[in-house]
């Protein structure tokens, strides 16, 4: 399970809060995985999870298109990366459940996601704070 601490927050209220809501969203579907739920639960945070990461990775870079951010260009980069991989092993997860490597690969992935909050958008965070 993973915990919004504040290694993770920016000092942007928006975005920690969105920040917030991923970690809820991430935890929900470890839960479900590792507590043999229903794969109906699971679909539904899967789908949740995807179209949360697609909305609130806009949202971002709609703030640093706005605020003239000098790392958008790579951090756009990242977020469609992120989505891409996202969305393969989520869909490998439903069609096949929860296989203890695809929760590793989840696992991984979270955590390349926990590393980006706290470097990159820690960077976004601070920009927009001097705004």
């Avoid at 229903?38 to 640093?64: C, P, W």
């Avoid at 992120?82 to 989520?90: A, G, Q, V």
């Avoid at 955590?111 to 965070?125: A, C, N, V, Y």
Wanted: aromatic share 6%; with cysteine; glycine share 6%.
């Amino acid at each position: 399970m993973y915990e919004f601490n504040e290694k993770m927050k920016t000092g942007n209220a928006i975005i920690d809060r969105e920040h917030q809501e991923l970690i809820q969203a991430v935890n929900k579907l470890l839960e479900a995985c590792n507590g043999g739920k229903g794969r109906s639960s699971m679909d539904e945070t899967i789908k949740f999870l995807n179209n949360y990461v697609q909305q609130h990775f806009a949202h971002e870079e709609q703030l640093q298109e706005r605020s003239s951010y000098p790392g958008i260009a790579a951090h756009k980069l990242f977020h469609e990366n992120y989505k891409k991989t996202l969305r393969e092993i989520t869909s490998r997860i439903s069609e096949s459940g929860s296989s203890i490597a695809e929760l590793v690969n989840l696992n991984k992935h979270i955590r390349i996601l926990i590393s980006h909050i706290t470097t990159e958008d820690k960077k976004l965070g601070a920009f927009l704070n001097q705004k």
